[in-house]
């Protein structure tokens, strides 16, 4: 427990905006978390433990405020407060004590969160090029795809459940074809908003296929512009029997511009009858792996220098129903053996980003799994009471964190060998369970108390997360959710300095600054991606965490990715976008690569005055001696801050500056415009003990020193 001693301040509260009264105090008292709460929040029409920022806000300042700016604030004139207070006329002062480190910064602090949203996987990272690839998408019709008639050749396609490739693959699709010489009938798949074609590039179609009696073919397939007059690639099958059997066809594309209103095309000409069942096209993968991920996006990833994973996230773990959950076992294995399963965002996710692709996701991107376990509550309502009924679940949590840590020796860890991948996973975290505070049966305490005897009692050394209170059992760790307004998400930066530290550590395991109320509602009206002012709403909150990185373990932005083509989002505001071909990042992407490519291992106490509207934070690389200087300047005018450094012999002259910076708060990247809002990296001089430092306005900059 910490003492917060507040005397003679100003406390300023405002409801919708309008100063509603200005309260003069002086005290000393003792508090626990938040220093003031006033009001609470609300997610997903619940109630939770944290301040909005939309209905009140309380402000509170180190010096009474001029006569004239309470009176003008009490007549509602000041619409932005923060230029109007003493701090923009007072100098900014940071003084940097590296005479007293302070906590160790977690290694494990800035990581990833994902599920499958916003076709985050499928159309996404995943590298599958083929939509309804075996047909299961729409029971009554196979969407995604279209017959092909050319030339005078006729036909006809439609779902068949009398020739399934096998029990978990039961439907196919049946293609009849009458064609002769230079006619053509065939099927045609749309692909995930086009089919992206890239110059000089090499893609890999494989399906299964079988004929009817007197059919032989064989089969052309083709990657060709969607009215069929340009082919990028051609390739042809050798003949096809009455049996299924797999085809495989290397698609080479020559020379010429890139495209993406493109479409996937298998054909014959003759008469007769050919099946077709698990079609697939696939690019070039990162690190070249099969049934890999997509190049730029991995690549992005990459550059986040993420530490975890947080696998498999959010609502995806758990699913609308019970039987529609994660189910981890079915998405191990050929694809052959994966049935997939309806997602909780209106779409059917076709595993094949299963639990051995997310592993190798974390080994590709040399980030540690935090395995989210499903602990018996679904999205619906459906819930497992704890006993007899729950032992099942729990068993099955036991299995799944013996696929990643077991040895060869053991069930699961063979079947990871056999898998593809022998050696066992790092892991240290898992989650129990995903925001169990919206199960109204208030079963989560019982539960969350049987998984963890028994987890713990196997395997002792992990680190167990709730995501909701627990009286039954003290967690090692707390999941802690916030989607809030860029403004209370800065307003909040101090949210955890009071916290107790002899509590569970914290994962902010989903968060974002948001311009909308409820993100999940019409959220084509705002987005796809943030603006820079949710990225200074971001990087504010940002620095909270690493200060107080000795009890806020882990964190991840959420949601991560985001497909930007109409009907391709069930979420306002994201990290990452993209269409078929392309990619980018927002100014909240950046400020996360910011933060996570130049952070120390040590907190170094540091003391800001005279800033209102601004946020920081220091931390000590010990082994190079780097100094890391994090400076959120979210008003609309530039800051000079004068920076004095003590506890240390010398400071080098020179150093580097990072900036993100725009010339607007709605300023942004977008699909056709990706480099709006970039950082820009530029080389400081004259740096010593003390030295002033301009922060341009709505900006976030990180300054390298070099220190002994």
């Known amino acids: 427990m910490r003492k917060s001693n507040i005397k003679a301040l100003i406390a300023v509260v405002a409801f919708a905006g309008v100063p509603a009264t200005q309260t003069a105090f002086s005290q000393s008292n003792q508090q626990v978390g938040h220093v003031i709460n006033i009001g609470r929040g609300k997610y997903g029409g619940n109630p939770v433990d944290f301040v909005d920022g939309t209905t009140a806000d309380v402000r509170l300042y180190s010096t009474a405020l001029p006569a004239a700016i309470v009176e003008t604030l009490a007549r509602g004139e000041v619409k932005n407060l ?20 302070g906590p ?5 602090l800035y990581g990833l969160m994902t599920e499958e949203i916003n076709y985050s996987y499928d159309g996404g990272l995943y590298g599958e090029l083929i939509r309804n690839r075996v047909f299961k998408d729409d029971a009554a019709s196979p969407v995604h795809w279209s017959v092909v008639q050319e030339g005078g050749g006729t036909g006809s396609i439609s779902l068949d459940s009398a020739q399934p490739l096998n029990k978990e693959l039961p439907i196919s699709l049946k293609l009849t074809v009458a064609a002769t010489g230079t006619q053509r009938v065939g099927v045609a798949n749309d692909g995930f908003w086009g089919i992206p074609i890239r110059p000089n590039t090499r893609y890999q179609a494989t399906f299964y296929a079988k004929a009817g009696d007197g059919f032989t073919g064989p089969l052309d397939v083709a990657i060709e512009s969607r009215d069929g007059s340009k082919v990028y690639a051609h390739g042809r099958t050798r003949k096809i029997t009455g049996d299924w059997k797999q085809f495989a066809v290397t698609l080479q594309t020559g020379p010429g511009p890139e495209a993406q209103d493109s479409r996937f095309v298998i054909s014959a000409a003759g008469h007769g009858t050919v099946w077709l069942d698990l079609v697939s096209l696939f690019p070039p993968t990162y690190h070249r792996r099969a049934n890999g991920n997509r190049i730029d996006l991995m690549q992005k990833l990459a550059d986040m220098k993420p530490a ?45 980003m299963g639990l051995a692709e997310f592993l190798v996701w974390c080994e590709d991107l040399h980030m540690e799994p935090v395995l989210a376990v499903y602990a018996g509550y679904s999205l619906q309502g459906e819930y497992v009471k ?44 898992v989650e129990i369970g995903n925001e169990d505070q919206f199960d109204r049966s208030g079963s989560y305490d019982g539960r969350f108390t049987q998984f963890f005897d028994a987890i713990k009692a196997k395997y002792p050394t992990l680190q167990l997360i709730a995501t909701a209170a627990t009286p039954g059992r003290t967690p090692d760790v707390l999941d802690e959710h ?13 949210h955890y300095d009071n916290y ?7 994962f902010v395991g989903e968060w974002a600054s948001q311009d909308v109320d409820r993100p999940w509602v019409q959220p084509e009206l705002k987005g796809p991606t943030p603006t820079l002012n949710s990225a200074l709403g971001d990087a ?17 932005y959420a949601p991560l990715l985001v497909n930007v083509n109409p009907g391709g989002r069930q979420w306002a505001v994201n990290l990452i976008g993209y269409d078929a071909l392309n990619s980018y990042g927002s100014p909240s992407y950046y400020a996360q690569v910011m933060f996570a490519a130049h952070h120390g291992d040590t907190v170094i106490p540091a003391t800001l005055t005279g800033g209102v509207d601004l946020y920081e934070s220091v931390t000590r690389d010990t082994k190079s001696g780097a100094l890391y200087v994090k400076l959120v300047n979210t008003a ?11 506890g240390i012999r010398t400071v080098q002259p020179t150093g580097t500056a990072v900036t993100l910076s725009g010339s607007g708060p709605k300023d942004t990247n977008t699909i056709t415009t990706p480099n709006k809002i970039v950082p820009v990296t530029s080389k400081l001089t004259g740096m010593g003990k003390s030295f002033d430092y301009p922060l341009a306005p709505y900006s976030v900059t990180i300054l390298q020193l070099h220190v002994r």
């Open 540 to 556: 504010a909150w940002m620095t909270g965490m690493e200060r107080n990185s000795d009890i806020v373990v882990l964190e991840a």
């Open 82 to 101: 923060a230029l109007q207070t003493p701090g923009s006329s007072v100098p900014v002062q940071l003084q940097i004590d590296a005479s007293r480190p």
């Open 482 to 494: 916030f989607y809030r307004t860029a403004r209370a998400m800065a307003r909040d930066a101090h």
């Open 308 to 352: 975890f994973l947080r696998l498999p996230g959010g609502n995806y773990l758990e699913g609308d129903t019970i039987a529609t959950r994660f189910d981890w076992k079915q998405t191990l294995g050929p694809l052959t053996k994966r049935p997939g399963h309806p997602g909780p965002w209106q779409y059917r996710s076709s595993d094949g």
């Open 386 to 429: 704890p006993g007899a009924a729950l032992q099942p679940f729990v068993q099955d949590a036991l299995d799944e964190i013996e696929y990643v840590t077991g040895e060869t020796t053991t069930h699961w860890g063979a079947q990871r060998a056999k898998d593809g991948h022998p050696a066992p996973y790092p892991l240290h975290y």
């Open 636 to 646: 609309a005018s530039s800051r000079s801050v004068h920076i004095t450094l003590s």
């Open 104 to 108: 160790r910064v977690s290694p494990m």
């Open 500 to 506: 107790d530290r002899h509590g569970p550590k914290i």
